[in-house]
């Protein structure tokens, strides 16, 4: 049975038993901080658990697509070196919300094992919580299986909670015996253990509480069940395998990855577990670049980053020498295409952003194994095993080894790494924290809120801007609950029933006004506290605000107008996108204001000038075509199948509203748009930057923005034409004249600063008469000076001179320009393994307020404090002897 039947044959399972199936959720967890990743079935459904949502359906089935890389649930450094643990898989799950509980959940999960998947009976073991009885009896005396068959464990394996908060229970599992010739012994210690005889198909989670941040368990409005059954587990089983890497899931990878090692796997060595490594992680980097993650240093990006790197130094050990992961990419596309059909659609986009960073981390790897190897002879010249905290940070810092190379580096060495060390360097370095995440004060502010969960608010927007006698049924102040809202305060008010739109999906939320017979309030925002329940942020202008008042509630149609221009412009600008790029354009985020409009994308390179225009003109053309949009609620499953783009970073409930203009575009969307695209009278972009590798964002304006933008540019041009004496049609030619001109007098001024810089062999300078600092520290030849009036170019060209010259030392120098003061560093290869120019120029580049960067022989830096220019070169010195041990 191969892996896309077993997904079918479980789904199927469950929809006769009447479940309802729910697509996967993406590998972004929407609305939970708690959590980096999505890592169980259940984190699209928690709301659901904690009773603060209600769907039409009380029973779902789902695949879903997991991480297990971060946080308390973090399978890394098991990869590879088991057969059954992965960084990406997919969970199979079946959930009931208050509908069935223990009972028929055993039975479920036995019928479909045995009945329909055809496990043997006998190599079955069940495993419950300590002192859950029920579950023991049920499995016992109602399925059947002989009590010698049913162990008893602790919270450590049979209570499952998702993370450190959220909901949690009691938790029984299905575990199955590949073979007592893996490893004999008694059942119940090598599950314990985790074995590789034993294998955990599936963990059935009766859930019943939920944990707050003080571990405090909290009864759940009804009991739930939640389980997971790992996909490439049962695959396995199901293909008489002993291993998941040996099912059609991972076997292409490990064949092609085989192929270009050009090595035979199995081969019983270390390398097997290379080949693993790179076909796991391969899988995990495809999702999470596919589902919008782009590598950065911080929060997910940088969990990519670790993946790719780490994937590539598996390569290395192999005896692969060049980026080949990108390859790998499109092997990936095929082997899940049945279940994720996306993927194909993005296979060019993914291996290029994978191997941008392939390329990236190879330029830095070879320089930053010659200093590891330096690290290690110092440390065990010393007779120490651990590796020092700074040294490790700098590897970080300066070559971009993420801190688990590192560890895994010193590993292959029997050393260890100073990680608190390092933690402090990096607190120190950076100013900032390592991740983005504040979980645990974005749930305190949830908590607030959870008075309000039984309420539930009619959203009237696409009906109405305006409500009569509308009642206040809750209000708010500092994040507390409170009877009145006095003149002058600010606070909450929620409402039985709004006309205002709540910020979501990118679009601002609407502003306006509340009256009533005892006060009156200005709306600042609208927002969802949770799910279908809209907080206004009020400043009350008159009066007392208490529930129970009866208001009238209007919002500000006149902006809500040119948010809606904006809106539906995003769409055009999407599918334009599509059309000119290609259909890997995905939405990557966004942002609707009644001013701009923001469009983040994914497309790896910068849009060519052709393109640009292209884009606009599209967009223009559907403007003056006057296409009716046309919208309707629908299931998401329906929607999707019309066609209907999905955001991947939006979540969705069962109804989704469908946004379609012509055959143009069609979009999930609940934000607000024009009637007719000839509303929105004209588009323009403003710039398109990058915001991140592999992803992009455009700026534009619509309606009088527009016009205003156009105006603008009409009143630059008319003040040129005035002040260069020429008229329109001969501004570029005019202008090309002077920036002849310019640049001929700047290569004289040029030739000037260098013949008057140079004149005294640059003992020392005949522009501003500073003396070179010319020392030897620790062995090392160092040049330091100041030469004002040469440009950044300038102090290049001299540093390289001064370089050639000495042979072998590190060369340093500064300048002060009208308005900014500007450092180079430069270092002969011979010294790069102990000083980098780039770490020297991360130093002393805040001095001068600029930041800087560069490779471990060049780096230089800008910066406005230019006072401060020559306290940062008198620096150089002590750095060196620092940086020279």
């Given at each position: 049975?191969?892996?896309?039947?077993?997904?079918e044959?479980?789904?199927?399972?469950?929809?006769?038993?009447?479940?309802?199936v729910?697509?996967?959720?993406p590998?972004?967890p929407?609305?939970d901080?708690?959590?980096?990743?999505?890592?169980?079935?259940m984190?699209?459904f928690?709301?659901?658990?904690l009773?603060?949502?209600?769907?039409?359906?009380?029973?779902?089935?789902?695949v879903?697509?997991?991480?297990?890389v971060?946080?308390?649930?973090?399978?890394?450094?098991?990869?590879?070196?088991?057969?059954?643990?992965?960084t990406f898989?997919?969970?199979?799950?079946?959930?009931?919300?208050?509908?069935?509980?223990?009972?028929?959940a055993?039975?479920?999960?036995?019928e479909?094992v045995?009945g329909v998947?055809?496990?043997?009976?006998?190599?079955?073991?069940?495993?419950v919580?300590?002192?859950?009885?029920?579950?023991?009896?049920?499995?016992?005396?109602?399925?059947?299986?002989?009590?010698?068959?049913?162990?008893?464990?602790?919270?450590k394996?049979?209570?499952?909670a998702m993370?450190?908060?959220?909901?949690?229970?009691?938790?029984?599992?299905?575990?199955?015996?590949?073979?007592?010739?893996i490893?004999?012994?008694?059942?119940?210690?090598?599950?314990e253990?985790?074995?590789?005889?034993?294998l955990?198909?599936w963990?059935?989670?009766?859930m019943?509480?939920?944990?707050?941040e003080?571990g405090?368990l909290?009864?759940?409005?009804?009991?739930?069940?939640?389980?997971?059954?790992?996909?490439?587990r049962?695959?396995?089983?199901?293909?008489?395998?002993?291993?998941?890497?040996?099912?059609d899931?991972?076997?292409?990878?490990?064949?092609?990855?085989?192929?270009?090692?050009?090595?035979?796997?199995?081969?019983?060595?270390e390398?097997?577990v290379?080949?693993?490594?790179?076909?796991?992680?391969i899988r995990?980097?495809?999702?999470?670049?596919?589902?919008?993650v782009?590598?950065a240093?911080?929060?997910?990006?940088?969990?990519?980053?670790r993946?790719?790197?780490r994937?590539?130094?598996?390569?290395?050990?192999?005896?692969?020498?060049?980026?080949?992961?990108?390859?790998?990419?499109g092997?990936?596309?095929?082997?899940?295409?049945?279940?994720?059909?996306?993927?194909l659609?993005?296979?060019?986009?993914?291996?290029?952003v994978?191997?941008?960073?392939?390329?990236?981390?190879?330029f830095?790897?070879?320089?930053?194994?010659?200093?590891?190897?330096?690290?290690?002879?110092?440390?065990?010249?010393?007779?120490?095993?651990?590796?020092?905290?700074?040294?490790i940070?700098?590897?970080y810092?300066t070559?971009g080894?993420?801190?688990d190379?590192?560890?895994?580096?010193?590993?292959?060495?029997?050393?260890?790494?100073d990680?608190p060390?390092f933690?402090r360097e990096?607190?120190?370095?950076?100013?900032?924290?390592?991740l983005s995440?504040?979980g645990?004060?974005k749930?305190?502010?949830k908590?607030?809120?959870?008075?309000?969960?039984?309420?539930?608010?009619?959203?009237?927007v696409?009906?109405?801007?305006?409500?009569?006698?509308?009642r206040?049924?809750?209000?708010?102040k500092?994040?507390r609950?409170?009877?009145?809202?006095?003149?002058?305060?600010?606070?909450?008010?929620?409402?039985?029933?709004?006309?205002?739109?709540?910020?979501?999906?990118?679009?601002?939320?609407?502003?306006?006004?509340?009256?009533?017979?005892?006060f009156?309030?200005?709306?600042?925002?609208?927002?969802?506290?949770?799910?279908?329940?809209v907080?206004?942020?009020v400043?009350?202008?008159?009066?007392?605000?208490?529930?129970?008042?009866?208001?009238d509630?209007a919002?500000?149609?006149?902006?809500?107008?040119?948010?809606?221009?904006?809106?539906t412009?995003?769409?055009?600008?999407?599918?334009?996108?599509?059309?000119?790029?290609?259909?890997?354009?995905?939405?990557a985020?966004?942002?609707?204001?009644p001013t701009?409009?923001?469009?983040?994308?994914?497309?790896?390179?910068?849009?060519?000038?052709e393109?640009?225009?292209r884009?606009?003109?599209?967009?223009?053309?559907?403007?003056r075509?006057?296409?009716?949009?046309?919208t309707?609620?629908?299931?998401?499953?329906?929607?999707?199948?019309?066609?209907?783009?999905?955001?991947?970073?939006?979540?969705?409930?069962?109804?989704v509203?469908?946004?379609?203009?012509?055959?143009?575009?069609k979009?999930?969307?609940?934000?607000?748009?024009?009637?007719a695209?000839?509303?929105?009278?004209?588009f323009?972009?403003?710039?398109?930057?990058?915001?991140?590798?592999?992803?992009?964002?455009?700026?534009?304006?619509?309606?009088?923005?527009?016009?205003?933008y156009?105006?603008?540019l009409?009143?630059?041009?008319?003040?040129?034409?005035?002040?260069?004496?020429?008229?329109?049609?001969?501004?570029?030619t005019?202008?090309d004249?002077?920036?002849?001109?310019?640049?001929?007098?700047?290569?004289e001024?040029?030739?000037?600063?260098k013949?008057?810089?140079?004149?005294?062999g640059?003992?020392r300078?005949?522009?501003?008469?500073?003396?070179?600092?010319?020392?030897?520290?620790k062995?090392?030849?160092?040049?330091?000076?100041?030469?004002?009036?040469?440009t950044?170019?300038?102090?290049?060209d001299?540093a390289d001179?001064?370089?050639?010259k000495?042979?072998?030392?590190?060369?340093?120098?500064?300048?002060?320009?009208?308005?900014?003061a500007?450092?180079?560093?430069?270092?002969?290869?011979?010294?790069?393994?102990?000083?980098?120019?780039?770490?020297?120029?991360k130093?002393?580049a805040?001095?001068?307020?600029?930041?800087?960067?560069?490779?471990?022989d060049?780096a230089?830096?800008?910066?406005?404090?230019?006072?401060?220019?020559?306290?940062?070169?008198?620096?150089i010195?002590?750095?060196?002897?620092r940086?020279?041990?």
């Amino acid at each position: 049975m191969k892996a896309q039947r077993v997904r079918e044959t479980f789904l199927q399972y469950f929809a006769d038993r009447g479940h309802k199936v729910v697509r996967s959720s993406p590998l972004l967890p929407k609305d939970d901080p708690t959590i980096l990743f999505t890592n169980a079935g259940m984190n699209q459904f928690k709301s659901l658990f904690l009773g603060l949502e209600k769907r039409s359906y009380k029973r779902a089935a789902t695949v879903q697509k997991c991480m297990r890389v971060s946080g308390k649930h973090n399978d890394l450094e098991t990869v590879g070196r088991t057969a059954k643990h992965h960084t990406f898989f997919e969970m199979l799950g079946n959930f009931s919300f208050g509908d069935y509980f223990k009972r028929e959940a055993v039975g479920f999960a036995w019928e479909l094992v045995t009945g329909v998947f055809g496990l043997p009976a006998d190599r079955l073991y069940a495993t419950v919580y300590l002192d859950d009885d029920e579950a023991f009896r049920i499995w016992a005396d109602e399925v059947g299986v002989p009590k010698k068959r049913i162990f008893r464990y602790g919270k450590k394996d049979n209570f499952w909670a998702m993370g450190d908060t959220g909901p949690c229970g009691p938790c029984s599992e299905l575990h199955y015996d590949l073979g007592e010739d893996i490893e004999p012994g008694d059942p119940f210690a090598l599950i314990e253990k985790g074995s590789d005889r034993f294998l955990e198909l599936w963990n059935l989670v009766f859930m019943e509480f939920d944990q707050d941040e003080k571990g405090v368990l909290r009864p759940l409005p009804s009991p739930s069940i939640d389980t997971g059954m790992g996909l490439e587990r049962m695959a396995a089983v199901v293909q008489g395998k002993r291993s998941n890497f040996d099912t059609d899931l991972f076997a292409p990878l490990i064949e092609s990855a085989s192929e270009l090692a050009k090595r035979e796997y199995p081969a019983g060595d270390e390398g097997d577990v290379s080949i693993r490594i790179i076909a796991d992680h391969i899988r995990a980097v495809t999702f999470l670049i596919c589902d919008g993650v782009t590598p950065a240093n911080d929060g997910r990006g940088y969990v990519l980053r670790r993946l790719i790197r780490r994937a590539c130094r598996q390569g290395n050990l192999i005896g692969i020498d060049r980026p080949f992961l990108y390859g790998l990419v499109g092997r990936v596309g095929d082997i899940m295409k049945d279940a994720y059909p996306e993927l194909l659609v993005s296979v060019e986009y993914i291996s290029k952003v994978c191997l941008s960073e392939e390329e990236r981390f190879s330029f830095t790897l070879s320089s930053g194994l010659r200093y590891f190897d330096q690290v290690v002879r110092e440390t065990r010249d010393q007779g120490g095993a651990v590796l020092p905290g700074d040294k490790i940070f700098k590897l970080y810092d300066t070559f971009g080894f993420p801190l688990d190379l590192s560890q895994e580096l010193a590993r292959e060495k029997s050393l260890t790494v100073d990680e608190p060390g390092f933690g402090r360097e990096l607190e120190e370095q950076k100013q900032r924290a390592r991740l983005s995440w504040k979980g645990d004060a974005k749930r305190k502010e949830k908590l607030a809120y959870e008075v309000f969960k039984d309420l539930k608010v009619r959203s009237r927007v696409h009906e109405a801007g305006a409500l009569m006698d509308i009642r206040v049924t809750g209000l708010l102040k500092d994040g507390r609950r409170t009877e009145v809202l006095r003149a002058g305060e600010t606070g909450e008010v929620i409402l039985e029933e709004t006309p205002f739109y709540a910020e979501a999906g990118g679009q601002v939320g609407d502003t306006g006004s509340l009256k009533g017979a005892r006060f009156s309030a200005i709306v600042e925002n609208a927002f969802y506290i949770m799910p279908e329940i809209v907080a206004h942020g009020v400043k009350v202008l008159s009066g007392e605000a208490r529930e129970g008042d009866r208001v009238d509630a209007a919002a500000d149609l006149v902006r809500r107008q040119a948010i809606s221009n904006n809106h539906t412009a995003t769409h055009l600008l999407h599918a334009a996108l599509r059309q000119v790029l290609g259909d890997h354009v995905k939405q990557a985020g966004s942002l609707v204001a009644p001013t701009r409009l923001r469009f983040d994308f994914t497309h790896f390179a910068a849009l060519s000038r052709e393109e640009l225009k292209r884009v606009e003109e599209i967009v223009n053309e559907k403007v003056r075509a006057d296409i009716p949009l046309e919208t309707r609620t629908t299931s998401i499953e329906e929607g999707i199948r019309e066609g209907a783009m999905a955001i991947f970073e939006e979540k969705y409930g069962e109804s989704v509203r469908v946004v379609g203009i012509g055959d143009f575009s069609k979009e999930l969307c609940g934000g607000v748009h024009v009637h007719a695209t000839g509303e929105i009278g004209v588009f323009k972009i403003l710039s398109e930057t990058s915001v991140a590798s592999g992803m992009r964002r455009i700026e534009a304006v619509t309606g009088e923005g527009a016009y205003l933008y156009i105006r603008e540019l009409e009143d630059l041009v008319s003040g040129l034409e005035k002040g260069l004496g020429v008229s329109r049609k001969d501004l570029p030619t005019r202008v090309d004249k002077l920036l002849s001109r310019a640049e001929e007098l700047e290569r004289e001024n040029r030739g000037l600063r260098k013949k008057m810089a140079a004149g005294t062999g640059a003992e020392r300078s005949s522009v501003d008469g500073r003396t070179a600092v010319k020392t030897t520290v620790k062995g090392v030849n160092v040049h330091v000076q100041r030469i004002d009036g040469l440009t950044i170019a300038e102090l290049r060209d001299m540093a390289d001179s001064l370089k050639q010259k000495m042979a072998s030392g590190v060369v340093v120098l500064g300048a002060a320009g009208p308005d900014k003061a500007f450092v180079v560093v430069s270092v002969t290869k011979d010294l790069t393994v102990r000083i980098q120019a780039c770490a020297l120029i991360k130093e002393i580049a805040p001095v001068i307020g600029g930041g800087g960067g560069g490779r471990p022989d060049f780096a230089q830096s800008g910066g406005s404090r230019i006072g401060e220019l020559d306290n940062a070169l008198g620096l150089i010195p002590g750095l060196v002897e620092r940086l020279a041990i």
